[in-house]
């Protein structure tokens, strides 16, 4: 398993595979997210991709078939009153195609996200876990990371 930056010819296989995220969200947030479809379009993955501030990573095996990604966003916190200046790596989303899972993919792109966060200079990397996913809770927890802040909602 190689772990790479995406490249647009692997804009196809990642929407799959966020097809694949979506599909987990919308089973436990129906009125959220919609079946079957994309946070991103095949257009707006091409600007992500362009664009050193949101880097894409994909771990891609022999025959180089995108098995899974990582999409980041690097966010600055720079000129707070009440922080000191930092920056923090934010994983937008990670997927595994389900086919793959069990394999150790998912770890494998997680600790290239974060060799990559060091490497660039940042403080900490923080992402956000949907309440009732469980396996993605555990997921990350097995990797170190804890609880920042918690969201909370109320439907109205």
């Given at each position: 398993m190689k772990i790479r930056r995406a490249i647009e010819t692997d804009i196809p296989r990642i929407l799959e595979l966020l097809v694949q995220v979506n599909n987990v969200h919308q089973v436990r947030r129906p009125d959220l997210?919609?079946?079957?479809?994309?946070?991103?379009?095949?257009?707006?993955?091409?600007?992500i991709l362009?664009?050193?501030e949101t880097p894409v990573f994909v771990a891609a095996d022999?025959?180089?078939i995108v098995q899974g990604y990582g999409f980041?966003?690097?966010q600055p916190h720079?000129?707070?009153n009440n922080q000191p200046d930092h920056v923090t790596l934010y994983i937008d989303d990670i997927c595994v195609?389900?086919?793959?899972?069990?394999?150790?993919i998912g770890r494998a792109i997680y600790e290239y996200?974060?060799?990559f966060a060091r490497e660039s200079g940042c403080y900490n990397i923080t992402l956000n876990v949907w309440e009732g996913n469980d396996a993605a809770r555990a997921f990350y927890e097995s990797l170190g990371m804890g609880v920042q802040k918690t969201g909370m909602e109320m439907i109205l």
């Open positions: 997210f919609l079946a079957d479809k994309t946070k991103y379009n095949a257009e707006q993955l091409r600007e362009k664009s050193d022999d025959a180089g980041c966003v690097f720079i000129g707070n195609d389900q086919a793959a899972r069990g394999q150790h996200i974060a060799g």
